[in-house]
């Protein structure tokens, strides 16, 4: 029997060269001793050794106390063949389709809960910390209103030059007025500020009551006695109620704004942009407007809130939670916002 | 004061429990321990109603404890909880942590008066002069303290410890324990501590209740835990001595 000194040092840059060099030396033998006086038995010694024992199986002769330290124990528990029950497909939907119902289920819950809490608040208080609103509406509202008024701006910007290039070409760019002016009042303000508030409020939202989930203080609210859903979103609902129509109108002042520039470089004077944007300003689209985007909020809400109250885990969770609030948020917005349109311009 | 009889818990499909059954007295300072995952927390978020048992029954100063529990359910206001993660409020201050209980349960009451009341427990774990400090200006033994002011700002009944040394270092988990059990003598407050810590387990356990395999293991004195044949028992106080 040959003895093969396994070489001290061994570190995961050096393991596949003397693996070779060990492979070439056992190869030469018979039966091989391996000597591994002078080492340390780091994980690769370890797996390098587990290596050349799986290479050259029975030729390679191991000492038993040895044995005992570098090999380990990798056989799966065997598992009752019986207790292993295939589910049939159509049960596997049937629990797939009973998730998604779990799913609509909660979320209906969480939004019917939001808005009576939030009116039940207005007669019984309990449960709503004071200035609790007023701290939201700052957050939610006062905070945005640079932000919402700047992409408003610009997307009027956008979208006055892009029609006015259109409209010249007939000779009707003295139109651009009545455009922009229906456009931002029925559908774009509310949706700009609505997708804005999305990605900025309802993922803060989202993450806010996921961290709390992940933190206990969700179970803490539950276990003083205070219901969390009006601890929590109360505040938060009348704040998106107050505030969303508020930066809408900024928002559609913001967008008419961008459309008031393009009508000046093409010599519009600001007299007849005023007269035709007054003019095409009706009192029926303003109040949708309204109503969109109030409901916008409380889809926001009740989405970030829903995501935020599924979160299970820790941290990864709450970064899940919020993308998809934000990805969910923005869809349902649209959605509802198709449906807006469908009923109130068909 | 607080009666288990035949607690099954888990979660989902998934039996963590079955069949718990135990008693404790008024001013007693209970321990549950057991290996991690033995189902220690199950059975106090069973009891608490935050995760419901699937049978059996529980006694709360000899009236029973309705499962699911209602959101306004008076039991919360005769008990306190201390979570492993302290779970304050981070949007609040300590002082106003404190006051939380008081202020959502009775809104119409003396704001000054609630002030007056967290403040005292404040100054019993001696937090007084970081009032006002949020709870992120706080280290975890501070925060874990400030926690048991919350836990005691109603003067419950019981007050259930979720694994409170979790987290600390030795000096600050001896302290949070010496603290426990002052004022577990000053106001004869019952203790429903769930915890694996051997070192908090020798200063406060007077009962303890051992877990294992799903079951009851032990339920008796920490003194005669300390003599129990049970080799489950015998190893996990002896620890050192098994392999």
């Known amino acids: 029997m040959t003895k093969i000194q396994i070489p001290a040092g061994i570190t995961i840059e050096n393991s596949e060269k003397i693996l070779k060099e060990l492979n070439a030396q056992i190869k030469g033998t018979e039966s091989a001793e391996l000597d591994l006086t002078d080492v340390t038995l780091n994980s690769i010694t370890k797996a390098l050794v587990r290596k050349l024992h799986e290479t050259h199986g029975e030729k390679i002769k191991l000492e038993e106390t040895l044995q005992k330290e570098i090999y380990y124990q990798d056989e799966e528990p065997e598992v009752d063949e019986s207790e292993k029950k295939k589910e049939p497909a159509l049960e596997n939907l049937g629990e797939k389709l009973l998730g998604l119902w779990d799913v609509i289920y909660f979320f209906c819950v969480i939004m019917v809960d939001m808005i009576f809490y939030s009116f039940e608040s207005l007669y019984n208080r309990k449960f709503i910390l004071k200035d609790d609103t007023t701290k939201n509406a700052y957050y939610i509202g006062y905070k945005a209103i640079s932000i919402v008024f700047l992409l408003a701006f610009l997307i009027g910007f956008t979208i006055a030059l892009q029609a006015a290039i259109q409209l010249a070409k007939m000779g009707g760019q003295g139109y651009i007025a009545m455009m922009i002016t229906v456009i931002m009042t029925t559908e774009l303000g509310p949706l700009i500020t609505a997708i804005i508030i999305a990605g900025r409020t309802g993922s803060s939202i989202a993450a806010e009551i996921g961290t709390m989930v992940v933190m206990e203080e969700v179970d803490a609210l539950k276990t003083m006695g205070i219901k969390p859903l009006k601890f929590l979103l109360v505040p938060k609902f009348w704040a998106f109620t107050l505030v969303m129509p508020i930066l809408t109108l900024i928002a559609d002042i913001a967008g008419i704004g961008g459309g008031l520039i393009v009508a000046s470089a093409y010599n519009i004077p600001f007299g007849a942009f005023l007269s035709q944007m007054i003019d095409s300003l009706a009192f029926s689209d303003i109040f949708w407007g309204t109503v969109k985007s109030i409901s916008f909020a409380w889809i926001i809400l009740a989405v970030g809130s829903f995501k935020g109250l599924s979160v299970r885990g820790g941290a990864d969770a709450v970064g899940r939670a919020t993308t998809e609030s934000v990805v969910v948020s923005i869809f349902l917005v649209v959605a509802i916002d198709a449906v807006f349109s469908i009923l109130l311009y068909t | ?243």
């Open chain 2, 1 to 243: 004061m607080l009666r288990a009889e035949n607690i099954t818990a888990g979660y989902g499909k998934n039996i963590i429990l079955k069949d718990i059954t135990f008693s404790i007295d008024k001013g007693e300072r209970f321990v549950v321990l057991g290996e991690s995952g033995c189902g220690k927390s199950t059975l106090m978020k069973a009891i608490i109603g935050l995760n419901p048992p699937m049978e059996g029954k529980a006694f709360f100063k000899g009236e029973e404890i309705v499962y699911p529990m209602p959101e306004n359910s008076d039991f919360y206001k005769k008990i306190g909880i201390l979570y492993q993660s302290s779970a304050l409020l981070n949007s609040l201050t300590l002082e106003e942590n404190v006051m939380l209980p008081i202020t959502m349960h009775y809104p119409d009451f003396s704001v000054p008066l609630a002030k007056d009341m967290a403040n005292e427990k404040l100054a019993m774990v001696n937090l007084y002069p970081h009032r006002t400090k949020f709870p992120q200006e706080l280290s975890g033994g501070m925060k874990k303290r400030g926690a048991l002011a919350r836990a005691l700002v109603m003067d419950p009944d019981i007050i259930f410890f979720d694994e409170p040394q979790a987290g600390l270092d030795p000096v600050t988990a001896r302290d949070l324990d010496q603290l426990f059990i002052k004022l577990n003598e000053q106001l004869g407050t019952t203790y429903f501590i769930v915890t694996h810590e051997l070192l908090s387990i020798r200063r406060t356990a007077q009962k303890v209740l051992m877990l294992s395999d799903k079951k009851v293991l032990f339920c008796g004195t920490y003194e005669e835990a300390q003599k129990s044949d049970a080799y489950k028992v015998k190893r996990f106080f002896n620890v050192d001595k098994y392999d």
